[in-house]
């Protein structure tokens, strides 16, 4: 009978265990679920996009158009100089360079791994060596990080017997910084037209709201935090890729501004394709031209980077399509309207024929024009309209009056973009040049900003009583400077009898020239 008994209870028994080993099976199946649950992302994965990204395809489509392939480039990477920034450079670096090259073939990126790991066992084990060495690499670092370089805080509250309440709103900016350039790696040698500096803004922000009150013997408070911060990691990427599009635009010398959405009048945009223009030998700045007007079947003959007939026809055809003076030279003002892409679309039309006839000879003495019989029942013309204008002003009036012992301040102005050369007249007719000068190399002149004169690091002290005057000659394009007044320093008299005879000799080689003198008397 125990026996019998016995076994219904050892049955019952394994089966209480079998029930109790699946329910705990289930639960700790369902805790695992749950765990899972709670470690998964709860947003699908999102491609990588900055405000760059268009910018990236874009130089992809200049580097094509310019015809730029092949540049074998390395990189160890843009490191963390601050200590502040964790983020892996070099990857991004790579990603930005893939995207710049994905149709043009711009750039071959050689990557090179010094690591014990299966990479650098598998480098070693192919040979070691790359069959390619880079001609170039890619250096730099994050050079600036600054915490709360800029912090504003506003809040109010308000306090009651019975109740507190209160809120602020805070806002902090960090400042991260990034140098790039570009170098040789045959010599070492860092290229400095390549070099760049750009800095971000990084935004953290956030409002408080605070509040205490008291119920009988029963208090109650709460708090809330409101916070917001931009990612340094997203933001040394942005940072990374505007500074690559500005290096590599620079070191292969393509108008990379077009695809930051800078406009191509840009006075720094300017000066960096005249400071292309002006350090380029002449036979890559003829190469240029070839290249350029072969693509848009304007020229017929060989790319040698030597000047032909043929060359000079076919740019005074070119300058006559685009509004500029066909004289079939070479000029900043050609450089610059085939690097234009706007300008580059020309190839679509029909060729000009142009008659090109030899400049006027410079002579020692200005002959002057002849001057037209004025009709005394006209009417007075008025002022074409779009037409470069200069302005040359004082505070003092057209005609200012300025006492021994103080200084010359004028003011430079134009309607549009282009260039200018101011001189200054003493009592004597001795004539120098103040603007552009050695402190201010720039004769870039713009609608949006004026120049004060004299500009950069030196002043005109009047010393003593007279008559003197400042002229300045300007013009919409490139200027082409008298002979005689080429390689002469700041403030040396020139070989002109005056202001007047020196605004002469400008008129004769820039006929679009226009002047503006100010009379000053010194008491």
């Known amino acids: 009978m125990r026996v019998d008994t016995l076994k219904p209870l050892l049955l019952a028994s394994s089966v209480s265990v079998l029930v109790l080993a699946s329910a705990g099976a289930i639960a700790q199946d369902a805790a ?19 405000n760059f990204t268009q910018a990236l395809r874009c130089m992809d489509e200049l580097f094509l158009g310019f015809d730029k392939r092949g540049i074998v480039i390395t990189s160890g990477g843009i490191p963390d100089e601050t200590g502040k920034v964790k983020t892996g450079t070099k990857e991004m670096l790579i990603t930005a360079v893939a995207k710049m090259t994905m149709k043009s073939g ?40 600054d915490d709360n370089a ?14 507190d309440f209160g809120s602020s709103d805070d806002q902090s900016f960090d400042l991260i910084s990034m140098d790039v350039s570009i170098g040789e790696t045959a010599s070492r040698r860092i290229l400095p037209e390549t070099s760049t500096s750009n800095t971000m803004v990084i935004r953290k922000g956030g409002t408080t709201k605070e509040g205490g009150g008291k119920i009988g013997k029963m208090g109650l ?60 030998k002449e036979p890559d700045r003829i190469m240029f031209f070839q290249r350029k007007l072969a693509g848009m079947n304007r020229y017929k003959g060989p790319l040698d980077g030597k000047s032909s007939d043929a060359l000079k026809e076919s740019i005074a055809e070119y300058q006559a399509a685009v509004g500029l003076i066909a004289d079939g030279r070479t000029n900043f003002d050609l450089y610059y309207s085939l690097l234009d892409d706007t300008q580059n679309k020309l190839a679509e039309l029909p060729t000009a024929t142009v008659r090109r006839e030899p400049l006027p000879t410079l002579s020692s003495a200005p002959q002057p024009a002849p001057q037209p019989v004025a009709d005394p029942n006209a009417a007075p013309k008025a002022p074409v309209a779009g037409a470069f204008r200069l302005s040359l002003t004082s505070e003092r009036g057209q005609k200012p009056t300025y006492r021994v012992g103080e200084f010359l301040n004028l003011t430079l102005g134009a309607n ?40 950069g690091g030196f002043k005109i002290k009047f010393d003593r009583p007279g008559r003197e005057r400042v002229a300045c000659v300007a013009a919409d394009r490139e200027m082409v400077t008298p002979g005689k007044l080429t390689g002469t320093r700041d403030l040396t008299p020139l070989q002109v009898k005056s202001v007047d005879d020196l605004i002469g000799q400008f008129k004769q080689l820039n006929p679009t020239s226009t002047a503006s003198i100010v009379e000053i008397t010194i008491q």
Request: proline share 6%; net charge neutral; hydrophobic share 40%.
């Open 150 to 163: 800029v912090r504003k805080s506003k809040g109010w509250g308000v306090s009651l017997p019975f109740l």
């Open 416 to 455: 549009g973009n282009g260039t200018a050369y101011c001189y200054y007249e003493d009592a004597q007719r001795n004539v120098a040049r103040i603007f552009p000068n050695q402190f201010y190399p720039n004769s870039m002149i713009s609608p949006s900003s004026s120049v004060r004169l004299p500009a």
């Open 106 to 145: 711009a750039f071959e990126f050689i990557d090179f791994h010094s690591g014990a790991d299966d990479l650098g066992s598998l480098f070693a084990l192919v040979g070691g060596a790359p069959s390619k060495i880079p001609d170039y690499y890619i250096r730099g670092s994050i050079t600036q990080m």
């Open 32 to 50: 695992d679920t749950a765990a899972r649950t709670a470690a998964a992302p709860k947003s699908s994965a999102v491609k990588t996009v900055t």
């Open 221 to 280: 408070s709460f708090n809330l935090d409101l916070s917001q911060s931009e990612g340094v990691g997203a933001t040394t990427r942005t940072l990374l890729e505007l500074s690559l599009i500005e290096a590599l635009g620079k070191f292969t010398r393509v108008p990379y501004w077009k695809c930051l959405d800078v406009d191509s009048t840009h006075p720094l945009m300017m000066d960096q394709a005249r400071e292309w223009y002006d350090t380029a």
